[in-house]
């Protein structure tokens, strides 16, 4: 272990010092770190893929693959973890970048506890350059977390999320705002040919480099060349059935599962493909999203073709890995959200969202590939993207270090994470984690070295890993692992007999789980730092009482929009609403009870109690727009038609489901709350007045009217 009592500090203005931690080999590694983005467990060719990898496959041919390797299960968490060497909710990153001042782990931006990989190396000599995506700091003027802020040299790509791949928002050249070049612009392609380019510059010097290269691929939107897609027609006409026992067979023979773990069911929400609607258009989906990872694979070559021109290629280690697992994200019909282009280049309005008459691909489309494909991507686990169990949080992980790494093609089943990325750097750049940054005293760095897995020995850990996102939480600790999927209870598997987590042994064994929920609960307290003036309890009975009356105001809103109602596709209008705004609201249709609500109970992972509720409404309102458009595809119905009075409907009823939530766990209703508001006609507590305003609602949950 490091001891910072060692740590001496450089005399330079906001420098990170750096004093080797062993002997310094006789010259640095470069290292180049590689991140993809919602790349499910089994989407490259050397973990069980179809897809054609060889650039990726090479690395692990002459590398070493990670069997038990995880992330934190989303985007901003992840970035996090891997920048600092820390739980993302030490950064102030534990959910995304939506700030939450009162919430020092959720505050959506990095707080000054912690310093990047590039701090340190920095300190400690190296070039340090980025080439992608960034999105660990709210997208605003202030730049004080921008890359070139916290120790990069260099950067290109985007500070925020998922983007369109032919016009990325928030694209950004060191410190400065630019546009997208050419005709042919494909995001992509760009992070690759500015890491090449980082690479034939930083080679003219002395000093090794870092580079940090954080592809967009392959998260939506669904963006390729017709002439990717073209590589993949008909590859995948068989469906996701086929696909899935495909990939698992494949992963069996590799020795990277264990084929006693067997694979997991089918989605409950997935049709049989024999069953499946729209195949034609599911298969082009898959199509779409092959192609991104071909076109990724192609420009991690166009890496390692600069780095060996450079001379470079054998002192420098490269590790490959994903942020989360496969994403199931529906992006619903007609909404455009703010990572979307209001336009094509050529002026092409845009047609986003999953729509089964519209192929994605093109400039003018923003879908995502679905449940059933981000399913088979998590071969052979379940859940996906959000949720920890290993289907959201197995990662693959390649190392590749020829004047380092011995042999090749070597598999661990070691177990890793992302907090271990930093700690590998510092070690084996030969320098070490400082205490102190510009006066503030660091967190300790969480992560521990892999250099020891690379040559197949155990990587020594005094603790257990832990996640917590969106209220889902998990510990690993050795064979054990302990989950939870928000609000349900914990369930405990051996993952040595089950990784695929399919025989619950939590009642069967009720010491080690009593056990392992204490070291969670510790963990989490060590993680909570409550603000003045009042408890967690207290926050939370405040944030619940300012909900339900913001989610009354959000009904009131929306019942009172005016209503367009569209034409049906055979040209003729839609029928005119049926019932009265008071007769919907008091007595739903008996279809909408069954089919949206249903819905809002089954996935309530966004009311993540224990934190602030009151910034989660734009989470529960979006889950209840999710339920209504649920209820429209069941229904036939076109999607506007009646979609306030729905969204009202619906709306009132998650604000019922978060007090019951509240009432189980706590046993009582918010401090506050008079329980007779929760006997008033749902028009009443909306507030509803039969007049029309003309002012169109905003949905709350992406900026944009609901009308759109």
Known sequence: MIHRRDFLKLATAGAVAAVPCFPAPPRRPNIIVILADDLGFSDVGCYGSEIRTPNLDGLAQSGVRFTHFRNTARCCPSRASLLTGLYAHQTGVGHMVNPRPSLPGYQGDLNNKCVTIAQVLRGAGYQTMISGKWHVTPNNARKHNWPLQRGFDRFYGIIAGG???????????????????????????????????????????????????????????????????????????????????????????????????????????????????????????????????????????????????????????????ADNGGCAENLPPGRINNNSPKQARDGRPMRPGNDPSILPGGEDTFASYGVGWANASNTPFRRYKHWVHEGGIASPLIARWPGGIGGGGTVTHDNGHIIDIMATCVDVAGTRYPDLHNGERLTPMEGRSLVPAFHGKKVARSDAFYWEHEGNRAVVDGRWKLVSRFPDRWELYDLEADRCEMRDRAAADPVRTERMVARYNSWAEL???????????????????????????????????????????????????SASPSEFLDHPPVSLRRTAFPVVLKRPHSLAFGRDLQAQLPALFGLAIEALRHHCRTAHLAQTEHQHLKIAAVVLYVEEVALAHFARRFGRLPVGLNPAQLARPRRQRAGLKESRSPKPFVDPHNGFPISQ
């Open 163 to 321: 983007a369109s791949y032919y016009q990325p928002w928030t694209l950004t050249r060191d410190n400065d705002p630019i546009e997208p070049e050419g005709a042919d612009y494909y995001l992509t392609d760009a992070i690759g040919r500015h890491a090449a380019s980082y690479i034939d510059d930083a080679a003219r010097g002395p000093d090794p480099f870092f580079l940090y290269v954080g592809f967009t691929a392959p998260h939506w939107p669904l963006h390729a060349f017709e002439s990717d897609i073209e590589r993949h027609r008909g590859r995948y006409r068989d469906g996701w059935d086929a696909l899935r026992a495909e990939r698992h067979e494949r992963q069996i023979r590799a020795g990277l599962v264990d084929a006693k773990w067997g694979l997991t069911p089918r989605d409950a929400e997935v049709p049989a493909w024999k069953d499946a609607p729209d195949r034609e258009w599911q298969q082009r989906r898959m199509e779409v999203y092959a192609a991104q990872i071909d076109r990724l694979d192609r420009n991690v070559g166009t890496i390692l073709e600069s780095l060996r021109r450079s001379g470079r290629e054998q002192e420098t280690l490269i590790l490959f890995l």
């Open 527 to 577: 993680l909570r730092r409550p603000p003045v003036g009042g408890s967690p309890q207290d926050r939370l009975d405040t944030g619940v009482g300012q909900t339900i009356g913001q989610c009354a105001g959000l009904a009131a809103r929306a019942a009172s929009a005016p209503a367009r109602v569209p034409a049906r596709r055979d040209g003729a209008p839609a029928p005119q609403p």
